[in-house]
């Protein structure tokens, strides 16, 4: 099996993953390996639509994480 196909069966898992684990911060950081993961593997098959929506689910798990992380420091 090729390295990207098992790089987009990663990312699936994270994203799995990240949808059954209850604490938010957990799952935003399972989210943004995810999307991670999944950005790889669209540049890899060359689907600019898929890649964008990577390039913004990591955008707003990211965001969210940092969100989380100034809201416990106020």
């Not at 957990?26 to 689907?47: M, P």
Request: with cysteine; glycine share 8%; proline share 0%.
């Amino acid at each position: 099996m090729n390295l990207f196909k098992i790089i987009g069966i990663i990312g699936l898992l994270f994203i799995t993953t990240g949808i059954l684990i209850k604490k938010r911060k957990a799952k935003d950081i399972f989210y943004v390996i995810a999307g991670l993961c999944l950005e790889i593997y669209s540049i890899y098959l060359g689907d600019i639509i898929f890649a964008i929506l990577q390039i913004v689910f990591i955008s707003t798990a990211g965001y969210d994480l940092t969100k989380i992380r100034f809201k416990k420091t106020t």
